[in-house]
């Protein structure tokens, strides 16, 4: 059904054509008389109450929707109304309502055809009101087709019941503008997937500040602004890392971290929706729109936002252009013009079809193309550059709390390699520009050997975050243990799980766990070499009784305090949940902006990036000339899979001995260089998790 708007004054009912119609009689007729023997059937009236300090749209049941400016409604007085309003409306727009009201349509005994009556009052501190001629209001009525010739009828009921039809008006075609903020301007579903998206940053609830501000930041938006992945932040001595590496004298920065660090390069990749015709509509442009100066032209319609929906499935800038630019053209000449310019894609029928609705422009629509004459492009200039502005103000922002982090995690490398340096140098040992070497030559006795630890936590609570430490009394020195499941600890790597111990007296266990704000600690005396499992007992503690069990210990160096790494790991846990709500965020934003711009995803299909670049050497549940992929993320972490996809030789010459054991098992089937970005990388294991989800 198509909508009828037209210009109304109050108390009247009509008999409605489509289109507009532009009354400005006053009438103080009641909808009906005590003694009316209709009184029981007439059509029932529905209430709304309002205040005239605001614009107010008001829907029907049936339909009528109607827009009351802000100070449209008068009294007696001709003073304007700005408290509390009552409004009375009755809707008759079928045959049967029509007759059960007695709505005859007759005009001085002469029948008219219609197509639909309403009624409406306004009442004010017990006053029946009227309205203003200069800020009158408006109505949009449904009707099933244009009619030519139809008027608008002031209608005169009789106490009897008696309905007279008079007064006709004739129905200008204009189109009738609303207050702009009370349009849907999104792409279809934007603000659904913010609803799924929320709690977002400080915002629980969707707003429309909200929405804004996400919708227009898409225009500026890169790739590259927030992390592809969180970075692996634990750190623990290099010594027994078999991936450190010693350059210029000093172990390189990757060597400190126990598995593949995630630091990758991050792409930069953007759309300059200026010029990119075929990713969706630029937000900026959108934000011009709504900047206050169109709100009289034909984009504050409901026609418009109409056919911005349609202009939004184009991902076409130039399509919206035809309307921004040609505003003081009517309106079916604009979607004439869309047509054309789409006339080789699916969108062309739409616009097509539109323009069949003959529908006109604005009152004075040449007035505002005078007024606007050069403000769109400015205006859009001006808006990208202070989007951009506000974007490198955020990355800034980003950027120094990650240098803040990385000066403590160099603070920490500091530390960890005195720590190591302590505990080498009480073995012997001597640091050279090669690393460290053992300058025993066999004549004493050594004072250490190599000898495996594991520890089991044997703990009915699920910590949040937990650490083990390995205490040598004998030497002053401590060394934190690795963990790869937050369950089994172990000294060295993960393959050896050995390190360097004295090879007298005894050593301390020290457990300190953590869950929600409870702490749980755990203590083992073990014997080096002799006690290679333990199994640690946990009981609840505070913090301060924690720090009465390990204060024996707060008399090694600095380096070796067990609470000067719990500080430490305070703040790498800090920044690990900073990173994943970044990685959380980043995920939101690019939700958000493959529905503003459909037609250039940021996520992928994985499934077809699978078959275009793996089924051939590959299968997911079995192996075929590379090995089944069922369980790879479970085997390994995201890090190491886009760097062993992306370029899996690289790997094996930096020494990486998962990539080594692959290629081995092959026997030296080499995998092809795979030139993909990290989303479309993520994208294929993430089918690969969701096919194992189905299937397996």
């Excluded at 301007?185 to 997937?193: C, I, Q, R, T, V």
């Excluded at 990757?254 to 598995?259: G, H, L």
Aim: glycine share 6%; charged share 30%.
């Amino acid at each position: 059904m198509k909508n009828a708007w037209f210009n109304f004054s109050l108390f009247l009912l009509l008999s409605l054509a489509l289109s507009q119609c532009d009354i400005n009689q006053e009438t103080n007729s009641l909808k009906v008389a005590a003694s009316d023997p209709f009184k029981e059937s007439i059509v029932p009236s529905q209430s709304f109450e309002i205040t005239g300090k605001m614009d107010t749209v008001l829907q029907g049941s049936n339909g009528t929707m109607i827009v009351i400016p802000k100070g449209a409604f008068m009294d007696s007085y001709g003073n304007t109304i700005i408290g509390e309003i009552k409004i009375e409306l009755a809707e008759a727009l079928s045959l049967d309502e029509m007759i059960f009201s007695n709505l005859t349509t007759q005009s001085s005994g002469q029948p008219l055809e219609t197509d639909g009556m309403i009624y409406i009052d306004a009442i004010s501190n017990g006053e029946h009101l009227r309205i203003n001629p200069k800020n009158p209001i408006y109505i949009e009525i449904p009707t099933k087709e244009k009619i030519p010739g139809m008027m608008a009828y002031k209608g005169i009921r009789d106490s009897e019941g008696n309905m007279n039809w008079v007064d006709p008006q004739p129905i200008e075609n204009y189109l009738v503008t609303v207050d702009i903020n009370l349009l849907d301007f999104y792409p279809n579903g934007f603000e659904d997937e913010i609803v799924k998206g929320l709690p977002f940053r400080k915002h629980d609830t969707l707003t429309k500040n909200l929405s804004d501000s996400l919708y227009y930041s898409l225009s500026v938006y890169k790739l590259g602004d927030l992390p592809e992945i969180a970075e692996e932040i634990i750190m623990n001595e290099p010594y027994y890392n078999k991936q450190s590496k010693v350059v210029n004298g000093k172990y390189t920065e990757q060597s400190y971290y126990q598995y593949y660090n995630a630091k990758t390069q991050q792409e930069e990749v953007g759309f300059d929706t200026s010029k990119a015709k075929c990713c969706g509509i630029d937000p900026a442009m959108i934000k011009v729109l709504k900047s206050g100066k169109y709100d009289s032209t034909l984009i504050a319609t409901r026609e418009f936002q109409t056919r911005l929906q349609s202009i939004f499935e184009t991902c076409e800038n130039e399509i919206l252009e035809v309307y921004v630019n040609n505003i003081g053209l009517d309106l079916y000449k604009l979607d004439s013009m869309a047509a054309y310019k789409l006339r080789a894609h699916k969108m062309a029928k739409t616009f097509e079809n539109y323009s069949h609705d003959k529908l006109t422009n604005v009152r004075n629509a040449n007035k505002y193309v005078r007024l606007l004459r050069g403000y769109y492009g400015k205006e859009l200039s001006k808006t990208k550059k202070e989007l951009e502005k506000l974007r490198r103000k955020a990355l800034k922002q980003l950027d120094r709390e990650s240098k803040a982090f990385e000066k403590v995690a160099g603070d920490y490398r500091k530390l960890l390699f005195k720590r190591e340096k302590h505990r080498m140098q009480k073995y012997g040992f001597e640091w050279a520009s090669t690393g460290w070497i053992n300058i025993d030559k066999g004549t004493q006795p050594k004072t250490w050997f190599a000898q495996p630890l594991e520890v089991k936590l044997d703990s009915k609570v699920e910590f949040d975050r937990v650490y083990c430490y390995a205490v040598y009394t004998s030497i002053k020195s401590i060394y934190r243990l690795n963990t790869d499941d937050g369950e089994t600890f172990y000294v060295g790597n993960g393959d050896d799980k050995e390190m360097l111990m004295p090879n007298n007296g005894f050593g301390e266990l020290i457990g300190i766990g953590y869950l929600g704000d409870k702490t749980y600690f755990a203590r083992e005396t073990f014997i080096p070499g002799k006690d290679i499992f333990l199994n640690l007992k946990w009981e609840g503690k505070n913090m301060n009784d924690i720090k009465d069990e390990i204060r024996e210990f707060e008399k090694f160096g600095k380096e070796n305090r067990i609470s000067k790494d719990l500080e430490y790991m305070a703040i790498f846990e800090k920044e690990k949940q900073r990173q994943q709500k970044l990685v959380k965020e980043k995920k939101f934003i690019e939700t958000l902006h493959d529905i503003a711009f459909p037609c250039c995803p940021i996520n992928p299909d994985g499934k077809v990036l699978y078959e275009e670049n793996c089924s051939s050497c590959h299968k997911i549940n079995q192996k075929l000339i590379g090995p089944a992929l069922h369980d790879v993320t479970a085997k390994h972490d995201i890090a190491w899979l886009l760097a062993f996809t992306r370029n899996n030789k690289k790997l094996r010459d930096e020494g990486n001995l998962a990539a080594q054991a692959i290629f081995e098992e092959y026997n030296g089937s080499v995998m092809p260089r795979f030139d993909l970005t990290n989303s479309e990388i993520e994208a294929i294991y993430d089918y690969i998790d969701e096919y194992n989800s189905v299937n397996l």
